[in-house]
């Protein structure tokens, strides 16, 4: 796998050089289902001027650099995108300061590889991209750190994709209390469990889905499932029950060093190697909110990036067990 690092201070030639590098194949995933299947633009604008109102200008301009076309400008809106699923594991280090570690288990054919660090809105947010402005995890300045996993469940409804939402929250939230507040009203199209931890240490975990409220809840773990196992076929093809399980054993019995936390995850049963199906861990993510940190990991090498400090790179990564 190839990644980038890369920063542009405000929306330019930069994003837009990102979109028509990508937007063929996003075109075509979009489109899968037929171009009737998918929100009119009217529609799209609408419902984001509803829910998340403040991005309704940064979306306006990303439109206009993607080349205003209708079918870009509906895309970029994630409402009612096409459905798709994940696996992934996060949790909260027991430590005093605040780490969230994540893995991402992920199809890597449809996957950005991209990290970006923006000052969109006023607001500094480095995170790892999804659709070129949602983010499947990340940070913002005033030192709030968010990430997904999938909530393995099969209902689809009227929503957003959840990376614009990761968005939303950290261009406009302060602090964890605010973040829930925000998961607890924008609609979602899927079922996701969004942890979300600041600066103070306060966190949360919100379990959304498009047919029933958003549960608002104190767990510093989520893997595949919400409360109860629903999906039990994807359940037990991502080993979901045994994933919790096992962080949750780790959490309360074993207290772990930060480092040693995070190396669990670069391993069974957190680490995937189920490529082949979609669901293998393409990297494990550290997030340090007091230290405005991150670092993408995998077995053997660690990227170190600062939202302060940032500087633009670039790896070639051999993924164990991907193709």
């Excluded at 633009?41 to 209708?70: F, N």
């Excluded at 109860?228 to 054993?249: D, G, K, M, P, Q």
Aim: aromatic content about 12%; some cysteine.
């Amino acid at each position: 796998m190839f990644w980038r690092a890369i920063s542009e201070e405000k929306p330019g030639p930069r994003w837009a050089g990102l979109f028509a590098e990508y937007w063929p194949d996003y075109r075509r995933w979009w489109l899968n289902e037929g171009d009737a299947a998918r929100a009119s633009y009217l529609e799209s604008r609408q419902m984001l001027t509803r829910h998340m109102p403040e991005l309704v200008p940064l979306y306006d301009q990303l439109c206009e650099l993607a080349g205003g076309g209708d079918q870009a400008a509906r895309f970029l809106s994630f409402y009612c995108p096409p459905p798709y699923l994940s696996g992934c594991s996060q949790a909260l280090w027991t430590g005093k300061a605040p780490v969230l570690v994540r893995n991402y288990d992920y199809n890597p054919a449809a996957f950005d590889s991209l990290i970006l660090r923006t000052n969109w809105m006023g607001r500094r947010v480095i995170g790892v991209s999804d659709g070129l402005w949602g983010l499947v995890d990340g940070m913002n300045d005033t030192g709030v750190a968010i990430s997904l996993t999938f909530g393995g469940r099969r209902v689809v409804g009227q929503g957003f994709g959840v990376p614009l939402i990761l968005r939303y929250v950290l261009q406009t939230c302060t602090t964890s209390e605010e973040a829930g507040r925000v998961l607890a009203r924008v609609p979602t199209h899927m079922s996701y469990n969004v942890t979300v931890v600041d600066r103070e240490r306060k966190y949360l975990t919100a379990m959304m889905g498009p047919d029933r409220k958003a549960q608002i809840t104190h767990a510093a773990v989520a893997t595949n499932h919400q409360e109860n196992v629903e999906w039990i076929s994807h359940a037990r093809f991502t080993a979901t029950v045994e994933r919790e399980r096992y962080l949750l054993h780790r959490m309360s019995l074993h207290r772990d060093t930060e480092e040693k936390f995070i190396s669990a995850f670069l391993k069974p049963p957190l680490y995937s190697t189920a490529f082949s199906q979609g669901f293998g861990t393409l990297y494990t993510a550290v997030y340090r909110p007091r230290k405005r940190q991150m670092e993408i990991r995998w077995p053997g090498t660690i990227w170190p990036l600062s939202l302060d400090t940032f500087e633009e790179g670039a790896r070639q990564v051999q993924v164990p067990g991907s193709a």
